[in-house]
């Protein structure tokens, strides 16, 4: 939760990471929201393809974790240079897309994106990515009470609609090697981005964003979509 150098794991769930005792006792009253069922949820992964998320429903008291699909796939890119090279450099590109099903409603409907590597309420930057997922009309839905509730009320009315969050890891791709050699061709990896598990830390992340938003100096990207 605050980004200690020597944490102190969460014995109940084995998730979460503290710097101190005063510091689990202060972010208790969120944590023990997951904390007690997760170990079990865990090891309930449907295959391989899921990843899980946490969802926040629109008209439930607390959020809960979900499985969600990734569809992970591959893009290729010629960026050998100049039309006369006498090699070839094929760049591969690791990506994947999230799989939300009816989890924000209807199946296939359009969805908004906000994505923080950042968090602006405790001062440090994350190693992964928290990516908040909702409704493209969520201006037109009710008040999420579970964000109300784990916010206490603070966000006022501005999160509206079901809302999904999960965690990605940026990946930044080899460095530029060496020229290969003449006639060959050769493969390197570019950038890409993968889906990883949410951590119960995240869940304190992703609340911190929602505290952050509509704040001006909220540093995210917000980016629209279909998911």
């Known amino acids: 939760m605050c980004n200690a150098e ?33 170990k079990l949820f865990h090891a309930l992964r449907p295959d391989q393809h899921h990843q899980l998320a946490i ?14 699909k990734i569809e992970a796939k591959a893009e290729q890119k010629d960026v050998t240079t100049g039309t006369n090279a006498k090699y070839g450099i094929i760049e591969m590109h690791l990506l994947a897309d999230v799989q939300i099903g009816t989890l924000l409603g209807e199946d296939g409907r359009e969805t908004s994106k906000i994505i923080s590597e950042y968090n602006i309420a405790r001062g440090f930057h994350l190693v992964h990515q928290i990516e908040v997922i909702r409704c493209a009309d969520h201006d037109k839905q009710s008040v999420n009470k579970s964000i109300f509730n784990v916010t206490k009320g603070k966000v006022g009315e501005y999160w509206k609609g079901p809302v999904v969050v999960t965690r990605r890891l940026y990946l930044e791709g080899a460095k530029d090697g060496k020229q290969p050699a003449e006639g060959t061709t050769e493969i390197r990896f570019g950038r890409g981005m993968q889906y990883e598990d949410m951590a119960l830390a995240d869940l304190r992340h992703a609340v911190d964003l929602f505290l952050a938003f509509p704040a001006e100096d909220a540093k995210a990207i917000a980016e629209n979509g279909s998911a």
């Open 6 to 38: 020597i944490p102190q794991l969460c014995a109940a769930c084995g998730s979460s990471t503290y710097c101190s005792k005063k510091c689990q006792k202060e972010d208790w009253a969120l944590h023990k929201v997951l904390c007690k069922g997760y």
């Open 55 to 68: 969802l926040f429903p629109v008209d439930a008291e607390y959020p809960r974790p979900v499985w969600v």
